[in-house]
Structures are given as C-alpha cells and as structure tokens.
C-alpha cells in the first residue's frame, strides 16, 4: 500500500470518526430541543449571557443564542435533525465505501451547504457559517474521494 494510498484511507476514516460523531450529536441535540420547554431553554441563554461566559451581552453570539432561545427553536429541531441524519448516512457510506452513494452524499451536503450561507447572511448566525465551512471540507473529501476510485 502506497504512502498516498495510506494518507488517503486515513483521512476517510478521519471523516467518517468526526462526522458520524457529529451527526450523532446533531441528532441528540435536536430531539433533546425538542422535548426541553423553551422556557428552560430561554433561562439557560439567559444565565449564560448574564454570567459573562460569552463576553459582550450585545455581542453577535449573545445575540444568537437569545434570538435562537426565543424563536428559532423549530428551526433548530428540523435542522439539527437534518443536518445530523445527512451527516450519519454520509457516514455509513464512506464506512462501507459505498462509492456509487457518493455523488447523492456531495448532492445533499451542498444543498445543506447552499442553505446553510443564506440562512447565515440572513440571520447574521456565525454559527451556521462554521457549520457551512466544515460541510464544504466534506465535500471535497468526498468528491476527491469518488474521482479517485472512477479512476481505478
């Protein structure tokens, strides 16, 4: 096996570790949302920011979480959930080395990509653009990935 070959395999298994682990998380997260009160929710944003944890109150991540605490908790539930299952059956098929599943995975993470940028322009979310640069990196992975094994 060829030191490319070996670097190349890594960093598959790389990106299966970190997005399984990311979708399981995403996953947790929005069922959890979905059955916290968002009175609770509110409380937490709120103890949070009062504590100085994040700094500036006014600032663009007190901002976030007081908005997303207050109103954007069916967003989040439907995006986490989203976004979370993408990522684990995007997974799966890197695990399995389904290469056939790749183009669809690179389809629905640009789509979760595209969604992601406009979403973050409109909300100002730095959040969302984290979550839209990390995707992008998968992306590539994956499309890197999927040219490569067409060639062999």
């Known amino acids: 096996m ?8 890594a960093l598959i298994s790389l990106t299966v570790m970190v997005k399984s682990l990311d979708g399981a998380i ?7 949302l ?15 920011i009062t504590r100085d944890l994040l700094g500036d109150h006014t600032g663009a991540i007190a901002d976030d979480l007081t908005r997303a ?8 539930v ?14 799966y098929a890197l695990h399995r080395r389904a290469v056939r599943l790749y183009p669809l995975a690179c389809l629905l993470m640009s789509a979760l990509v595209i969604y992601e940028s406009i979403r973050a322009v409109r909300t100002g979310s730095l959040g969302l653009v ?3 640069l990390l995707d992008t990196a998968v992306v590539v992975v994956v499309a890197r990935e999927f040219w ?3 060639q062999h």
């Not at 605490?69 to 989040?76: I, N, P, Q, S, V």
């Not at 976004?83 to 059956?89: A, I, N």
């Open 26 to 32: 995403q996953v947790l997260a929005a069922l959890l």
């Open 69 to 76: 605490a207050e109103g954007g908790r069916t967003f989040a």
């Open 2 to 9: 060829s030191s490319q070959t070996r670097t190349r395999s």
């Open 34 to 48: 979905a059955a916290v009160p968002p009175a609770v929710i509110s409380g937490i944003a709120n103890a949070v």
């Open 130 to 132: 984290v979550f839209a």
């Open 78 to 91: 439907v995006f986490l959930l989203l976004h979370g299952v993408v990522k684990l059956g995007l997974a």
């Open 148 to 150: 490569k094994a067409q």
